[in-house]
């Protein structure tokens, strides 16, 4: 088993990340000894907690995963908290101390993480307090996970990123994307490196569009505040869709190492085309759900929602087609579209592939669908003989779903996550370039849409979108596909 030993320093552990997410996937790395008797958690967020009431949230927080008595005391007795405002120097200190004095007590040889589940405004201070008060001069690692927005356009985020590596030099700098921690995200570049069935067929020779859908059936629920900010664009598209974009379109490096899988997704998204607001408008389309009904169930429409502003231009809806300018891609439409309050929960991909054979009049194209989630999988369309006549074809599907009792058994996304930054692998992590790249393709889109004062396209909650997202697509003699 691969442990390293790690101080683990959570800034905002009193918080819903930290208690949904981090927490648990602790706890399975403490089992499967990943973490063992050496590590220590510090726990900091403003509120005075004790360590026994932070053991205690700890031990709720853990309680589904049924730990024995004395699994259970011997994973809290590592657990820390410490009262702390991030934006008082003073607080450093002592947590410089109590981390130097469980680096001795734990022998944590000096290697450090620093966790910041916190809101991104606080992440500049904080690693700038963390280096004023040398918590970070220590013999062994020292690095820092963060998650996502990474600011909200390229100057934003470029200046955060400015701030951070003032601190940490890039190699030391997690940013969680958790899609990439997902099973079926990790077995994109899986499918076609071992598949030489897909990987010989991967370009605009065989593959006639490509399709990347994260559907939403909820709505923005309690995070009407934060969304009404952000919109469909920059919450899903700047981060997870590019990212999955990059893995479906690189090149394959011959090699599968950390420095060549970023360089080959830094390059598939340096090739992606940066539209002006004319091919803005020809190519991407925005919407908002107005109130509607599915299965009996009525759901408010967005302006409605609670901390939504009534009159709010904010989308809730975006489809679109990236161009790729490479010879690989030229001339392939690779279609995404993300949205709330969509018909059902569903993150697919499809690659549809070109109909090239002399009988294509009687032939459907083939699919490949790759399942996120909720089901993970994948399956395959073929054409074969339809049994009741001699000349014409049906179409069959081989598929393929993992299920959910091999799924149990599978570690989560944050578990996955965790376990390489101890182990400091940064493969599935955002790089600064990839972030800077995403941004400036995102911000011209977003830019064009400010200009635009002409009325939001509307969709009826239990839709999957405005009319124009068909459009979209039709317009190429394509559709979307979208198949259980
Ligand atoms: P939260 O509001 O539940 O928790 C924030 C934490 O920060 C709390 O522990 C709070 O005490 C602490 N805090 C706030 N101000 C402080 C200060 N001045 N000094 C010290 N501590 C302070 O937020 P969350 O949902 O846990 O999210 C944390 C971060 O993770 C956010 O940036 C969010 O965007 C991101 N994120 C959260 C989720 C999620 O599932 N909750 C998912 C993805 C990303």
């Known amino acids: 088993n691969n442990s390293e030993p790690v101080l683990m ?4 552990a009193t918080g819903d990340l930290a208690k949904r997410k981090l927490y648990p996937a602790f706890f399975r790395l403490f089992r499967q000894q990943v973490l063992n008797d050496h590590f220590a958690v510090i726990g900091t967020a403003r509120r005075p907690w004790s360590d026994d009431h932070f053991r205690e949230v700890v031990a709720d927080a853990i309680a589904d995963q049924n730990p024995t008595e004395p699994e259970q005391s011997a994973f809290l007795q590592h657990f820390y908290y410490q009262s702390h405002d991030v934006g008082d120097a003073s607080h450093y200190q002592t947590l410089a101390k109590l981390a130097d004095k469980l680096d001795q007590q734990y022998q944590l040889a000096g290697n450090r993480m620093y966790y910041l589940a916190m809101a991104p405004r606080f992440f500049g201070q904080i690693v700038t307090q963390l280096k004023a008060a040398k918590i970070i001069d220590t013999a062994g690692f ?13 100057e934003s985020a470029n200046k955060l990123s400015q701030e951070l590596t003032q601190v940490f030099p ?9 899609y990439l921690g997902k099973e079926m995200i990790q077995n994109i570049l899986t499918l076609r490196a071992t598949n030489s069935l897909l990987e010989s067929q991967w370009s605009n020779q065989y593959i006639d569009n490509v399709q990347i859908t994260f559907a939403e059936a909820l709505g923005v629920e309690q995070r009407g505040g934060y969304y009404d900010q952000t919109g469909a664009l920059k919450d899903m598209v700047q981060n997870h869709i590019l990212q999955v974009l990059s893995l479906l379109a690189m090149e394959l490096p011959t090699k599968m190492s950390e420095a060549a899988i970023r360089t080959g997704k830094v390059a598939a998204l340096k090739a992606v085309r940066i539209y002006n607001a004319d091919e803005v408008a ?16 009525q759901f408010a429409g967005y302006r409605e929602e609670p901390a ?34 969509l018909t059902e929960k569903g993150t697919r991909i499809n690659i549809v592939f070109k109909n090239l054979t002399a009988n294509a009049e009687i032939a459907t194209q083939n699919v490949l669908t790759i399942y996120i989630q909720p089901t993970e999988g994948f399956s395959l369309s ?27 058994n599978t570690p989560e996304a944050y578990e996955r996550l965790l376990h390489d930054v101890i182990t400091g692998d940064a493969t599935n992590f955002t790089h600064w370039d990839e972030v800077a790249q995403s941004w400036r393709i995102v911000d011209t889109i977003r830019q064009a849409w ?7 396209p509307t969709y009826a909650a239990g839709t999957m979108g405005p009319k124009a997202a068909f459009d979209l697509v039709a ?4 559709q979307w596909i979208w198949q259980p």
């Not at 890039?170 to 958790?178: A, G, N, P, S, V």
């Not at 020809?282 to 169930?297: D, K």
């Not at 400010?450 to 939001?456: G, I, T, Y």
């Not at 317009?475 to 394509?478: A, E, S, T």
């Open 170 to 178: 890039e190699k030391d700098i997690f940013r969680i994307d958790h």
């Open 450 to 456: 400010d200009q635009d004062d002409q009325p939001l």
């Open 282 to 297: 020809a190519n991407f389309v925005r919407g908002q759900y107005t109130a509607g009904s599915l299965n009996n169930e």
């Open 142 to 154: 020292n690095r820092v996970v963060l998650e996502k927005p990474f600011g909200t356009d390229y």
């Open 9 to 12: 320093m959570l800034f905002g």
């Open 475 to 478: 317009k190429n003699d394509n």
């Open 308 to 341: 939504v502003d009534p009159k709010s231009r904010t989308e809730t809806f975006v489809a679109g087609k990236f161009q790729i300018d490479n010879e690989r891609w030229q001339g392939v439409p690779f279609y995404v579209r993300t949205g709330k309050r």
């Open 382 to 408: 073929l054409n074969g003989k339809a049994l009741d006549n001699q000349s014409t074809t049906t179409p069959i599907r081989l598929s393929y779903r993992h299920d959910s009792q091999m799924m149990a």
